[in-house]
């Protein structure tokens, strides 16, 4: 509608309505308004280096147009939605997984949750990136029955220059898990160009069975994200990297199999 109720709620002056040259040609005598257009109202532009996510747009337009995406909830009304689905965990011998982002991120928080779901009887899973103090690790693991653990990459400088953190202390924390004996399932995003080639798939599987660690998952990559970054305005820097074919997934898992892993393609 572009009625600008979202810019003037907005204290922080992240939102503006742009006016382009289109408009003042749609403004010109005898030019017609059609549903959907811009018209002399402009164009909604947002400034993310201001915005906060506060919420007060998505609160002031009449049309729904602008939502939040999430909302906080307490350890009990997360629960709450939880256990509506108990009879189902009962039957089919499943249960609640822990993911975000990083859960890991709001610590407190989790190992509460996954304690609550503990009393409960309820099994657990915590699915994580593992780039946290080993002490946050270490208080979250008696509430967790499996640990679905993402290793990207082995080589050091590759996963500080693709992932903007090392991973000296991602793979102290696997091994921590691995020497007290938690189960866990090893995850690697399958990434062309990234992460799929000899050496690290070789890294890979030394590490792994060097802490007896056996199941690993291969994740293919995909481009489902990419929409989301525009929405969010953020930059897609992986759009040159295209999903890898089911064969060359086959033949990678075919590798870490003869290394003696347990592979599953997908999960």
């Not at 549903?35 to 747009?57: I, K, N, P, Y």
């Not at 982002?101 to 779901?117: I, S, V």
Request: hydrophobic residues 40%; negative net charge; proline residues 4%.
């Amino acid at each position: 509608m572009r009625c600008g109720e979202c810019v003037r709620a907005c204290e922080l002056g992240a939102l503006e309505l742009v006016r382009s040259d289109d408009d003042a040609v749609a403004d010109a005598p005898g030019t017609a308004h059609g549903a959907g257009t811009t018209g002399s109202r402009g164009q909604l532009v947002l400034d993310t280096g201001h915005c906060d996510s506060c919420g007060d747009c998505a609160e002031a337009c009449p049309a729904g147009a602008r939502q939040v995406a999430g909302r906080q909830m307490t350890v009990g009304e997360v629960l709450a939605e939880v256990t509506k689905d108990q009879l189902f965990f009962d039957q089919s011998g499943g249960g609640v997984t822990v993911s975000g982002g990083e859960p890991l991120m709001q610590a407190e928080f989790t190992e509460e949750l996954l304690a609550a779901c503990k009393a409960l009887r309820l099994r657990t899973a915590l699915d994580t990136c593992g780039l946290a103090h080993p002490s946050v690790l270490e208080r979250v693991r008696p509430h967790v029955d499996l640990f679905l653990y993402d290793l990207k990459i082995m080589d050091a400088a590759a996963h500080l220059r693709y992932t903007g953190a090392k991973n000296d202390l991602i793979l102290h924390n696997l091994a921590l898990l691995a020497e007290a004996g938690s189960e866990v399932i090893v995850r690697m995003p399958v990434i062309p160009g990234v992460n799929d080639g000899e050496d690290n798939l070789e890294r890979l599987a030394g590490f792994m069975t060097a802490h007896g660690l056996r199941d690993i998952d291969l994740l293919p990559y995909h481009r489902i994200a990419s929409d989301k970054y525009r929405r969010l305005h953020l930059t897609w820097r992986m759009d040159g990297v295209e999903p890898p074919t089911p064969e060359h997934v086959e033949l990678l898992a075919a590798r870490l199999g003869g290394a003696g892993l347990r592979v599953r393609i997908g999960g």
